[in-house]
């Protein structure tokens, strides 16, 4: 989803990711709400969810991709893409948000849960669907999932924090993999596809 | 794919925390640029209080930069301009979920200190202020948050990127309602950019090798940006950018984002002109849609403006 935020790298990852497996297709930024009746897979960039809730609901777009969702387009949302697939949020700082959701994650997640900026990191994390090696986590302002409802699988905890869950064939990231320059769950990610 | 690597070896901006057997570290290069490519495609708004930060989320800012008067009044007023009030930046930390950004005084490593510490989440060492060091910028390896700079051409902008910034943005002629200045920064950068490419693409390390002494930057950063074929952090348009068409044009010289300043909250139909920078932004590839945009301001509510030309003080030569 071709709006605001990270969306370059998302592409690239996936483009390699696509290559490693031996897929052949296309990756492309969409924008318009024809463009979501095209694809086979969604992913929904870091970047401010607020922005993509405010452009999305301008052209349509987030609903022709509920609409999809519904029928079972495979999504994956990394940080404010997790946030924009939540059923509900709520800021750390600010409390209720009352912004555009598409609402099909079965979770309820807070916003900017680690703090600010300063407090962004990176850690090595356990996902135990990629197997034993640690996957390199990237944290920028990120969310975590406070609860979760039916349906949703837990696919990865940092302490008490849940950052990585999966709801059919919708996977949930508070991190960013595609900074990490670890394509595993872009792989992983098509495997759903 | 834009670099996410340190040139430094261990910048004093690392906080390493060990957490259960794990090592958490803050401050790194990838979580600073990565700052910055999150607001990619995005309207950074210039605000001096609560109301206008809340008018900004609402019209679709990916950030927010507090200041204690926007350009056009920093120049209308003369005197010393500093670093905005702690109180306005936290008054508005609390109110918005957005990123908030704050200018400090280039060279004023103390200004950045206090910012920092308050936990804006991007420092802004701003030509906007009274320059406090007319030798030295601040040395932003050594900051946990990340820095955004100005430049006005290729030079500038890696020597900033050297001292650490982890995004650069045109200087532009802050607070004049008029684009022509970031234009000129924004093409002579590409520019230069393509003239190092095709050095590389030539395989002349000797040319290359004084580009970079012209440039006034090291070989290292050149031939990294010769190679990537554009800058290696993001890079915003800054300086004089008033209208829905403003910021398309800028997206489509090669930004990847824009900051306003005085051009939203100058005008007399902020709210609107907001929201239709934010369109323009995103859809600047689809003329219908700007078109859109541009009719959902009134030119004869713009801010009024200025011609370059014949300003007392040109902002954009401060700091090189």
């Known amino acids: 989803m071709g709006f605001q935020g990270n969306i370059e790298e998302h592409l690239l990852a996936t483009k390699l990711a696509m290559r490693n497996k031996g897929i052949e297709g296309e990756a492309s930024i969409i924008k318009r709400p024809r463009e979501v009746d095209e694809i086979d897979g969604l992913i929904i960039p870091g970047g401010e969810s607020t922005v993509m809730g405010i452009l999305g609901s301008f052209n349509g777009v987030l609903n022709r991709i509920k609409e999809r969702a519904m029928e079972g387009l495979p999504i994956m949302g990394t940080c404010a893409g997790l946030i924009m697939m939540a059923k509900r949020t709520y800021d750390r700082v600010v409390g209720e948000t009352h912004q555009p959701l598409l609402g099909i994650l079965n979770v309820m997640v807070e916003r900017n849960s680690f703090g600010r900026q300063r407090e962004s990191f990176e850690l090595p994390l356990k996902i135990p669907v990629l197997g034993n090696k640690d996957f390199p986590g990237v944290f920028i302002r990120a969310p975590s999932i406070k609860e979760c409802y039916e349906g949703v699988e837990v696919l990865c905890m940092l302490r008490e924090h849940i950052v990585g869950v999966k709801q059919g064939k919708l996977l949930g990231l508070a991190f960013h993999p595609e900074l990490s320059g670890d394509l595993r769950l872009h792989e992983y990610f098509l495997d759903l596809i | ?320």
């Not at chain 2, 957490?19 to 979580?31: A, K, P, Q, S, W």
């Not at chain 2, 040395?139 to 430049?151: E, Q, S």
């Open chain 2, 1 to 320: 794919m834009i670099s996410l690597v340190s040139p430094i070896e261990k910048p004093k901006s690392i906080k390493i925390e060990r957490m259960e057997g794990l090592e958490l570290i803050r401050g790194t290069t990838l979580v600073k640029r990565g700052f910055a490519h999150m607001q990619k495609h995005g309207v950074i708004m210039d605000v001096t209080n609560v109301e206008q930060a809340q008018i900004a989320e609402e019209a679709g800012a990916v950030a927010v930069m507090v200041l204690d008067k926007l350009p056009y009044d920093v120049r209308k007023a003369g005197g010393v301009s500093r670093t905005a009030s702690l109180k306005v930046i936290e008054e508005v930390m609390d109110h918005i979920t957005i990123p908030i950004m704050a200018k400090c005084r280039i060279g004023h490593t103390y200004e950045a200190k206090v910012l920092e510490e308050i936990g804006v989440d991007m420092i802004d060492e701003s030509e906007v202020l009274t320059p406090a060091d007319e030798e030295r910028h601040i040395w932003k390896w050594d900051f946990t948050t990340p820095f955004v700079c100005g430049a006005r051409d290729l030079g500038e902008a890696l020597r900033r990127i050297e001292e650490g910034a982890s995004m650069i943005r045109t200087k532009g002629e802050p607070g004049t309602g008029n684009v022509a200045e970031a234009v000129k920064h924004i093409r002579i950068v590409n520019n230069e950019i393509s003239k190092l490419k095709a050095l590389y693409e030539a395989n002349d390390h000797q040319e290359l090798i004084k580009e970079a002494r012209n440039l006034r930057v090291s070989y290292e950063i050149a031939l990294e940006t010769a190679k990537l074929g554009r800058l290696p952090v993001v890079n915003f348009a800054a300086g004089g950018i008033a209208t829905p068409a403003d910021a398309a044009l800028m997206m489509r010289l090669g930004c990847d984002g824009i900051f306003v300043g005085s051009g939203i909250f100058k005008s007399e139909d902020p709210l609107e002109r907001a929201r239709a920078i934010v369109l323009a932004t995103t859809f600047y590839d689809e003329p219908e849609i700007v078109t859109e945009a541009q009719k959902m301001v009134d030119e004869k509510k713009s801010m009024l403006g200025m011609d370059t030309k014949n300003l007392e003080l040109r902002m954009q030569e401060r700091g090189n």
